[in-house]
């Protein structure tokens, strides 16, 4: 299975998106246990052909898998905490080896590098705050090349929509 980095630098969109494979991935995106009948119905074609645009749209990387979306809190997540990292050195290797740190690392739910002063931003879960605050001291502070590592803890959401906008040109 290819990494989030493999994929961003070797998937690109496909030339020719049709107005039914957007209605499929809107679909899927939306409510990703639906039947192909239904799909097929939504798309306006019949079962086989939607299978096969389906099947396509995965094997071209667009569809990049199926998820079940869980609840933090009913598995013992009380809080989310949004990291802001600072490395030492942004050379390609050091920023490498602290993406393939945070990879090992549960916890830590999102990645990004970003562009300016802070290095990497991380969304990171915790069961409490005693948890987070240990996760913190043993694996992030004590990560290869962190210089510094600023938080802040989430107090409510008040957006969390997964997957991206399916445009309709």
Same mark, same amino acid.
Not at 156 to 167: L, W
């Given at each position: 299975?290819?990494?989030?980095?493999?994929?961003?630098?070797?998937?690109?969109?496909?030339?020719?998106?049709?107005?039914?494979?957007?209605?499929?991935?809107?679909?899927?995106?939306?409510?990703?246990?639906? *039947?192909? #009948? $239904?799909?097929?119905?939504?798309?306006?074609?019949?079962?086989?052909? &939607?299978?096969?645009?389906?099947?396509?749209?995965? $094997?071209?990387? #667009?569809?990049?898998?199926?998820?079940?979306?869980?609840?933090?809190?009913?598995?013992?997540?009380?809080?989310?905490?949004?990291?802001?990292?600072?490395?030492?050195?942004?050379?390609?290797?050091? +920023?490498?080896?602290? $993406?393939?740190?945070?990879?090992?690392?549960? $916890?830590?739910?999102? &990645?990004?590098?970003?562009?300016?002063?802070?290095?990497?931003?991380?969304?990171?879960?915790?069961?409490? +705050?005693?948890?987070?605050?240990?996760?913190?001291?043993?694996?992030?502070?004590?990560?290869?090349?962190?210089?510094?590592?600023?938080?802040? +803890?989430?107090?409510? *959401?008040?957006?969390?929509?997964?997957?991206?906008?399916?445009?309709?040109?």
């Amino acid at each position: 299975m290819a990494t989030l980095i493999e994929r961003q630098t070797t998937v690109s969109a496909p030339s020719s998106l049709d107005p039914i494979d957007r209605t499929i991935l809107a679909a899927l995106q939306a409510e990703g246990r639906i *039947t192909n #009948v $239904e799909l097929a119905r939504r798309a306006g074609l019949t079962a086989p052909p &939607c299978l096969r645009r389906v099947r396509t749209l995965e $094997e071209e990387g #667009v569809i990049e898998g199926y998820h079940a979306r869980l609840n933090p809190r009913a598995l013992g997540y009380g809080i989310t905490v949004f990291a802001l990292v600072s490395l030492r050195s942004q050379a390609e290797v050091d +920023l490498r080896t602290f $993406e393939a740190h945070v990879a090992q690392l549960p $916890e830590v739910r999102e &990645c990004h590098m970003l562009n300016g002063e802070i290095d990497f931003i991380l969304k990171i879960v915790a069961h409490d +705050l005693q948890a987070f605050q240990l996760f913190l001291t043993s694996h992030l502070t004590t990560a290869p090349h962190v210089a510094s590592v600023k938080t802040s +803890l989430t107090i409510r *959401t008040s957006k969390d929509e997964p997957g991206i906008p399916v445009d309709f040109p």
